[in-house]
């Protein structure tokens, strides 16, 4: 369960972005989750709600999370857009072939963990 980590290293970021802004409090997160990195928005939001409680300048936060489709590129046939992922496991051990023609392509959008915005009082 990497959205553990990932929760605690978002929390360690904030706090250090509120120390740097003189930051009484942080109201709002958006982020921008991307379907490709296994990441489970949910969780994340579970585990951030009980993680932010031990920290004043986040305990009144909100966290918003934008799930971002992925997208892919075939280097063959010219296809952009996205594949069906038919078998949960299929990402866990990713081979992401091209739905036109079966060539291997490249992950364009859909593996991002982006902060887009934090809003706080100073």
């Known amino acids: ?10 929390i360690d970021y904030l706090d250090k972005v509120a120390q ?6 942080i109201l709002d997160i958006y982020l921008e989750v991307g379907e490709f990195t ?3 928005p949910d969780q994340i939001r579970y585990l951030f709600d009980i993680l932010k409680e031990r920290n004043e300048v986040l305990k009144k ?12 590129k075939c280097d063959s046939c010219g296809y952009i857009g996205n ?3 038919d078998n949960e496991y299929d990402l866990y051990l990713p081979v992401f072939s091209c739905p036109k023609c079966g ?3 490249k992950v364009v959008e859909g593996d991002e963990f982006i902060i ?6 100073k």
């Open 1 to 10: 369960m990497h959205e553990a980590s990932m929760t605690m290293q978002l």
């Open 20 to 25: 740097e802004n003189n930051a009484k409090k």
């Open 38 to 40: 296994h990441l489970n």
């Open 61 to 72: 936060s909100k966290l918003h999370i934008e799930r971002r489709k992925g997208i892919v």
């Open 83 to 85: 594949i069906n992922i």
């Open 103 to 105: 060539s291997l392509v």
């Open 116 to 121: 887009k915005k934090i809003r706080m009082i």
